[in-house]
């Protein structure tokens, strides 16, 4: 048998090298909250003619409005973001731009969010993640018998969502990919994907401790990673298959929302086994640590 | 055995079933298998099969589907809008009624659009109340944004003195007194007859005016008018001083509770402002909706290909088992019904891949078993045994998610939002699918197919 638990340290170190760029990124630059968390306007049309964002920009400066950004989203077609727009001014952005190209933009998608809305969405997430953190802590701990369980499970689960939120920290910096509330459910389905996944390895655990209560723990986790890493794997594949086809051939909308979901399937599944696991031995090592010396 | 049979029989029934309620509404079919003798005829088809809805009628409750996938917003285009309630002049115990009335007045003004299916919510969150509306596919939004942001006039109206009966609703004369006199109106039941009906309650002011009217009134209708529609023309019997009316009639109580909402709409006036607005284009949407299609075909493809390769006959029943997963899902989604937006088909692919994990925990314990010595029949029966633990306690956590995410008591601190929870739910539905076909579907095939293999070798 593969004794997988000698590696430990190189698990925690290749997590380590994802995330510390990530949450470096993280703490210097942020991510780019889209107009769901800071309110705004967000305006896509399809022009009858070629035409270039700085074309577009100049348009919009030139009557006093103060443009965000404006982004290539197809062919002729311009993603726009403005401050919350009442209604009258996206009129005269449309007509302003009917003029200035001779021909009426098609209007693809409009979205005015009001600033009050997106600071509940943030506060209402962060609610959701540490009520779900808390209901699957106590389930798994109830369960498997014991609170270490629950815990490393949890301690995985928080490895998914920093790997999650540094990358698109990253990808937001350099590509100009936004935060949302789809990235934000996207967030909260691998935290259950991965406790799902934790969870299939620790029943092997728990499994084998009962039918070999003599076994040191480290080989019981050793034995456990062996049995499960191929359905692991084979699981977490069929997965990535759909996402991939989802992400190369699915809509421009989902776009980034399916790469949520694909960055944090793998991170699920590589913390499932190389981190939720190790976790319990670190644990069990550190607890029997603190009986020892209370032996002296 | 007897239990096993009936599974078989559990599941070919449900297939049937969801197959019906799967196909398309409207089928053309066009074959000719009479090679042009005319003795043959009767084997020429060319004719339109429509497929029924359902229509159930258990009692009170009547169960009626037309078996159409509904489509969100961002699927079928159209306009998201969340306006915010100022209820700042309203007392706090009236605050919900008056939101509802807002509601079901806003509801009606898009009906004048000739709009298909609104949707309209309400929503609180903290102490402030919020309208959620979304409108499928409509072109001129400002207009209709304009005449929802209106606040509801109601008006009293009586028969001009010349007209001895209405015969048109110029007949009806502004009286003066309004929504504003009116402080609240409510569903009561007349102490006699047990019957429900609907009370007024006028301000001082209003007392004295009603007082007025009634009194000049007595045996003509009093027509009362809601953004000068008609809603009700109730007949004055007696003057009436006190600013406590009633008008009863022959209500079921579902009536009384309508005409009460619609005169609280003009008692409880609520002026709502926008905060936000979301509108898709119907060609942004069915591009998504195609394209979507599309790689969640491939993507099931893929699955299919890769679990037949692995596990091989094993493999192919578990895609058998996908099949009818994918079946009843769908069946299940045009039942409830589901309203399917992108993040909602984002939920479904991602239950597949938790329908698939599920035979792949049990063929996996099956090959460990195999491996150990134990006859084929044995290892798939302990395989099935040992890999439902894990099963159970992954997916419980996965529904725990959902739960929250769905958050079906609309928990104000919790997200509301459609989007959220169109992912919650068509997971939620997706795991809980997945336990059934991984469980009793993929076992009853394997039983009824697998085994049969082995007696013959």
Not at chain 1, 209 to 218: D, G, L, R, S, Y
């Amino acid at each position: 048998m593969i004794r997988w638990m000698r590696f430990s340290w190189l698990y925690f170190l290749l997590s380590a090298i994802v995330i510390v760029p990530g949450l470096v990124s993280l703490l210097m630059f942020g991510l780019r909250p889209s107009i769901d968390f800071t309110g705004g306007s967000l305006l896509e049309y399809r022009f009858g003619q070629e035409i270039t964002s700085n074309q577009i920009n100049d348009f919009l400066k030139e009557k006093g409005f103060d443009v965000y950004s404006i982004q290539n989203s197809g062919d002729k077609t311009y993603l726009l973001r403005l401050p919350a727009l009442e209604k009258e001014k996206v009129v005269e952005i449309k007509n302003l731009l009917t003029e200035k190209t001779g021909s009426e933009p098609q209007e693809i998608r409009f979205e005015v969010v009001g600033p009050t809305l997106g600071r509940e969405l943030l506060i209402k997430t962060i609610v959701a993640i540490i009520l779900g953190a808390l209901f699957i802590l106590s389930y798994v701990a109830w369960r498997f018998k014991n609170a270490k369980f629950g815990v490393c499970a949890i301690l995985a689960m928080f490895h998914d969502s920093l790997v999650m939120l540094g990358s698109f920290s990253l990808l937001g910096h350099f590509f100009g990919v936004e935060v949302d509330t789809l990235f934000v459910t996207a967030l909260l389905t691998i935290l259950s994907f991965s406790v799902h996944d934790t969870v299939v390895v620790y029943d092997r655990v728990r499994e084998s401790q009962k039918v070999f209560p003599k076994t040191p723990f480290e080989a019981l986790l050793d034995k456990a990673v062996t049995e499960t890493l191929s359905r692991s794997l084979n699981n977490s594949l069929t997965i990535i298959f759909m996402l991939l086809a989802l992400l190369l051939l699915g809509g421009v909308t989902v776009k980034w929302f399916v790469a949520a979901l694909l960055i944090g399937t793998v991170s699920g599944t590589y913390s499932s086994t190389f981190n939720a696991v190790p976790l319990l031995l670190v644990w069990d090592k550190l607890s029997q640590k603190r009986k020892n010396r209370r032996k002296i | 055995m007897k239990q096993r049979r009936f599974l078989l029989w559990l599941v070919l029934g449900l297939i049937l079933i969801s197959v019906y309620v799967d196909v398309p509404s409207k089928i053309h079919l066009k074959f000719d298998f009479s090679f042009g003798k005319p003795q043959l005829s009767w084997l020429k088809v060319d004719q339109e099969i429509n497929r029924p809805g359902f229509t159930w009628n258990l009692g009170k409750y009547r169960f009626q589907r037309d078996l159409e996938i509904k489509k969100g917003i961002d699927l079928a285009g159209g306009t998201h809008l969340v306006f915010q309630a100022e209820m700042g002049a309203i007392p706090e115990a009236d605050r919900p009624s008056a939101v509802e009335a807002a509601r079901d007045n806003i509801e009606k003004r898009i009906n004048l659009f000739g709009v298909a299916e609104p949707l309209i919510q309400t929503s609180k969150n903290g102490d402030q109340y919020r309208l959620i509306v979304e409108i499928p596919g409509l072109k001129d939004i400002n207009e209709a944004i304009d005449l929802i942001g209106q606040t509801a006039q109601l008006e009293f109206k009586e028969l001009a003195p010349e007209a001895s009966q209405a015969s048109s609703l110029a007949d009806f004369l502004p009286t003066g007194l309004t929504g504003k006199d009116l402080a609240k109106s409510e569903v009561k039941f007349d102490p006699n007859t047990g019957q429900p009906v609907v009370g007024l309650k006028f301000s001082a002011d209003g007392s004295q005016k009603f007082a007025e009217i009634t009194g000049r009134n007595v045996n003509k209708p009093v027509a009362i008018f809601l953004d000068e529609f008609p809603v009700t023309a109730p007949r004055v019997q007696e003057k009436i001083t006190t600013g406590d009316a009633i008008i009863s009639g022959e209500f079921t109580l579902d009536e009384a509770k309508k005409l009460s909402i619609q005169l609280n709409a003009g008692a409880l006036p609520v002026p709502i402002k926008i905060i936000e607005q979301k509108n898709v284009g119907a060609t942004l949407g069915e591009e998504s909706i195609q394209k979507s299609t599309q790689a969640g075909l491939i993507g099931l493809l893929m699955v299919v290909i890769f679990m037949a390769a692995y596990y091989g006959r094993l493999g192919l029943l578990a895609d058998a088992a996908l099949v009818v997963y994918g079946l009843l899902t769908l069946a299940l989604y045009k039942l409830i019904p589901v309203t399917l937006t992108l993040p909602g088909i984002a939920g479904f692919i991602l239950s597949i891949g938790m329908a698939v994990d599920a035979n792949i925990l049990i063929f996996e314990r099956m090959k460990e078993e195999m491996r150990v010595g134990k006859s084929r029949i044995a290892a798939m029966e302990l395989g099935f045994g040992r890999a439902w633990d894990s099963i159970r306690d992954a997916n419980v956590c996965t529904l725990i998610t959902c739960f929250i995410l769905f958050n079906p008591f609309s928990w104000s601190f919790l997200n509301t939002s459609g989007m959220v929870r169109g992912f919650a739910l068509t997971l939620g539905l997706g795991v809980a699918l997945s336990l059934f076909t991984g469980i009793v579907v993929t076992r009853t095939l394997i039983r009824t197919f697998y085994r049969k293999e082995k007696i013959k070798s």
